[in-house]
T-cell receptor, first 115, second 117 residues
């Protein structure tokens, strides 16, 4: 069974631009969560989608948004990029069927660099 | 705020030794815990999980212990190998708290495990 895939793997953007990252979950998984990983803040939860609905959201500004499609693939968007948005963005998928207590499996991440 | 934290940021062991990585959590409502391994350039890899109705769970070469009295979690790796070298994270989910818990894992800062041949 294929794992979680994320595209692109690397991105370089300029401050003020916007970016869209994509995540394809493990087949059969309906929940996708997004995390930001930085050396200073560690892994922080952005949001979670299940059946095309955002069920949970972390403490990030509105510039960070996401969506999920009917095939469970998910995208996240960051608008008006700031230097501090440079990070590894990780998505994780899970079955989502037992509420919150599912094993989450992570993709390799997208390394975003904002210059 | 509430968080999951690690006691030791680095751990160095010799190949063949047993390793123990510790994690403290502050929220007594936490009822689901996961250990992840992250190698350089990769996403976190699921190792083992444990629910709060258990105090011990074993996998292949790994054991997780949960002490709810002192809010402490540990990961034991038997016969540590060079391939075990990575950053290890504990993560917790606060279970059945409705919308605030869906898909949300709170991670510790991580412990760097280095295994010397």
């Amino acid at each position: 069974k294929a794992g979680v895939t994320q595209t692109p793997r690397y991105l370089i953007k300029t401050r003020g631009q916007q970016v869209t990252l994509s995540c394809s979950p493990i087949s059969g998984h309906r929940s996708v969560s997004w995390y930001q990983q930085t050396p200073g803040q560690g892994l922080q939860f952005l949001f979670e989608y299940f059946s095309e609905t955002q069920r949970n959201k972390g403490n990030f500004p509105g510039r960070f948004s996401g969506r999920q499609f009917s095939n469970s693939r998910s995208e996240m968007n960051v608008s008006t990029l700031e230097l501090g948005d440079s990070a590894l963005y990780l998505c994780a998928s899970s079955l989502g069927s037992s509420g919150s207590k599912d094993e989450q499996y992570f993709g390799p991440g997208t390394r975003l660099t904002v210059t | 705020g509430e968080s999951v934290g690690l006691h030791l940021p680095t751990l160095s062991v010799q190949e063949g030794d047993n390793s123990i990585i510790n994690c403290a959590y502050s929220n007594s409502a936490s009822d689901y815990f996961i250990w992840y391994k992250q190698e350089s350039g990769k996403g976190p890899q699921f190792i083992i999980d444990i629910r709060s109705n258990m105090d011990k769970r074993q996998g292949q070469r790994v054991t997780v212990l949960l002490n709810k009295t002192v809010k402490h979690l540990s990961l034991q790796i038997a016969a540590t190998q060079p391939g075990d070298s990575a950053v290890y994270f504990c993560a917790e989910n606060r279970g059945n708290a409705g919308g605030t818990s869906y898909g949300k894992l709170t991670f510790g800062q991580g412990t760097i495990l280095t295994v010397h041949p």
